[in-house]
């Protein structure tokens, strides 16, 4: 149910037909003005073609929407404006179809693979992680409830220098300790290495220097460091007993990972790892020197020349022949259009890396790939907290997973001096918790436009009024309540009934749904789908206010409004599990 497209198309048509003008389309906009009609559309794109007047044209266009729709009762022209009333049985039919199909577009051929996620295993997921996997996996719901076929996909960065470091210092450090006999999971204890590499490093670099060598000469010679640059490279060479350690802590950390996705609410259907990939994309570098895409330096260094595009030079392979993070990335990304049926690819990666992202499509697209147009980096802005930006290394980021407890818990002290949940049993509060904590955490990440930096304040998203997910998730919760106990059964609708003001306002939101969803997908914005729930509970709010239900004596206006609700039930949920937050039914 579409009413606006429907008017759209009509309008269409008869522009056709009545002034011979083809692909001129004319916006059709819920009316929100003191005048007369249900929906408003702007005449002015019109005046140039057709060569009359805004007002002329407005009154044509309405009688002839109303010989050909007999749903169209009256309009009237104003300021350029044609407004537009519909038949009040109209909207009794409409509301009387509303099913399952809601949230549920048509199926379309496209498969598009989302990436997001993406860590290090060298440590936990943090904050950046949360909304890099909330915002990857709405973005992936919504692109599915749009209709498309999608693959959710992450590339974990599992070799590197990064990783040797935690190696090597539960090497020297551990004392044969693991996860089970320390009570960590897995990444926590792995990152608690990285750190104290971090620390090692600098207790020597400190001692070298005060030996009289200058800051950069004493971070290359501090033993710690070169040790690591010693282990990787045995990594390269296949060394066995680095390969098993290796193999060994990186199992670690994948539980640990594991443990976090599921509490999270994500998941994948592919994980590709660096440690397979990273040699992909030297092929790709030969054949574009080949086809004199790229050229390569007396140092026998491969480079790629993108200044005639407003870029600098780009190295991609170095004279030792290794290769660099693009060299990969341009492998990984031919590998999946080989291995896949895909016609789009969506990195969800953060702003730091536009540039990356600019030079990698490019690349592509000079090495004659036609699917580099259908690349897409959803570029994110920062998450911080408060007290400011978070270091790895330091060992300062703020936990996944001591967020979300941090969450889980927020949310039971505050439900508690609400006195929220009370007469839920004590398995049912836990859960409530949990789904509320967790709701609040990714709707207030979500609801923010992906472009936009966060600022992130766990006490603040806890409300249970205003633009957050409690305050939607205790809506939900009072409709359940409400089709319980009026033991709601879906029935024929009246078309003789009246709607008031509220009934058909929110009516109006509710049919907006699937043109989110579109919106929603071609923007890969989560934050209209968060923005237009919200908008849906506060219409919801304001008509269960001035219109009573279940001490309704009237059966027509009760059962319609007990429609209504059930339907602004079911879109609620659907919407927020498009976010990826779940619903309880009662608080």
Request: charged share 25%; with cysteine; net charge negative.
């Amino acid at each position: 149910m579409e009413i606006k497209k429907q008017i759209q198309d009509k309008i269409t048509q008869v522009i056709q037909q009545q002034y011979q003008l083809e692909n001129v389309v004319l916006e059709v906009q819920q009316n929100k003005t003191n005048f007369e009609g249900d929906f408003t559309v702007v005449m002015f794109p019109l005046v140039k073609q057709a060569r009359k007047s805004p007002d002329i044209l407005g009154a044509e266009l309405g009688e002839a929407l109303m010989v050909a729709e007999d749903y169209i009762v009256s309009y009237q022209v104003v300021k350029g404006f044609l407004n537009l009333s519909l038949h009040n049985d109209f909207f009794i039919h409409q509301l009387q179809q509303l099913g399952n199909h809601l949230g549920q577009l048509p199926k379309r051929q496209e498969t598009i693979m989302v990436e997001y996620s993406s860590p290090n295993t060298n440590k936990p997921l943090h904050l950046g992680h949360v909304r890099n996997n909330l915002l990857g996996y709405s973005v992936a719901q919504i692109l599915q409830a749009a209709g498309y076929n999608v693959i959710k996909t992450q590339i974990i960065n599992d070799r590197g220098i990064h990783i040797c470091k935690s190696m090597l210092a539960w090497q020297k450090f551990g004392n044969g300790e693991t996860p089970e006999s320390t009570g960590l999971k897995g990444d926590k204890f792995i990152g608690n290495y990285y750190v104290k590499f971090d620390q090692e490093y600098k207790k020597q670099i400190g001692e070298l220097k005060a030996q009289g060598l200058a800051e950069e000469e004493a971070k290359k010679q501090a033993p710690i460091l070169q040790e690591a640059q010693k282990m990787l490279l045995a990594w390269e060479q296949g060394d066995e007993q680095v390969r098993h350690l290796w193999m060994m802590m990186n199992g670690w950390v994948y539980q640990g990972f594991d443990e976090t996705y599921t509490r999270m609410g994500v998941d994948f259907h592919q994980r590709q790892y660096e440690s397979q990939t990273y040699l992909l994309g030297k092929d790709l570098i030969q054949e574009g020197l080949e086809k004199g895409v790229f050229f390569q330096k007396e140092d026998t260094s491969v480079w790629v020349d993108l200044t005639d595009e407003g870029l600098d030079q780009k190295l991609l392979l170095r004279a030792d022949g290794t290769s660099v993070y693009i060299t990969q990335d341009l492998g990984t990304a031919v590998e999946r259009f080989k291995k896949n049926d895909i016609q789009q690819l969506i990195y969800t990666v953060g702003n730091e890396q536009d540039y990356h992202f600019q030079v990698l499509f490019l690349i592509l697209k000079k090495m004659g790939y036609s699917w580099a147009e259908d690349l897409h980096h959803l570029s994110y802005g920062m998450v911080e907290l408060p007290q400011g930006k978070m270091k790895s290394r330091e060992g300062t980021v703020v936990d996944a997973d001591d967020l979300m407890q941090e969450m889980y818990l927020t949310a039971k002290e505050k439900a508690q001096e609400l006195g929220k949940m009370e007469l839920l049993s004590h398995e049912e509060k836990e859960q409530s918790y949990e789904t509320v904590g967790l709701g609040a955490l990714k709707y207030y990440i979500l609801k923010i436009d992906p472009r936009k930096k966060i600022l992130f304040n766990p006490a603040e998203s806890i409300d249970f009024n205003g633009n957050t997910g409690p305050f939607i998730q205790y809506t939900y919760a009072r409709i359940q309540s409400l089709l319980k106990k009026s033991e709601y059964e879906d029935k024929i609708l009246s078309i003789e009934y009246q709607l008031n003001t509220f009934e058909k306002e929110l009516f109006l939101v509710i049919a907006q749904f699937n043109e989110v969803i579109t919106k929603a997908a071609e923007a890969l914005s989560p934050a209209q789908v968060a923005n237009y729930v919200y908008d849906l509970v506060k219409s919801y709010n304001s008509f269960y206010q001035n219109n009573p239900i279940l001490n309704q004596d009237d059966e027509q206006a009760r059962q319609l409004r007990l429609k209504l609700s059930k339907v602004t039930g079911d879109i609620i949920q659907k919407s927020l599990r498009l976010l990826g937050i779940g619903t309880v039914d009662r608080m």
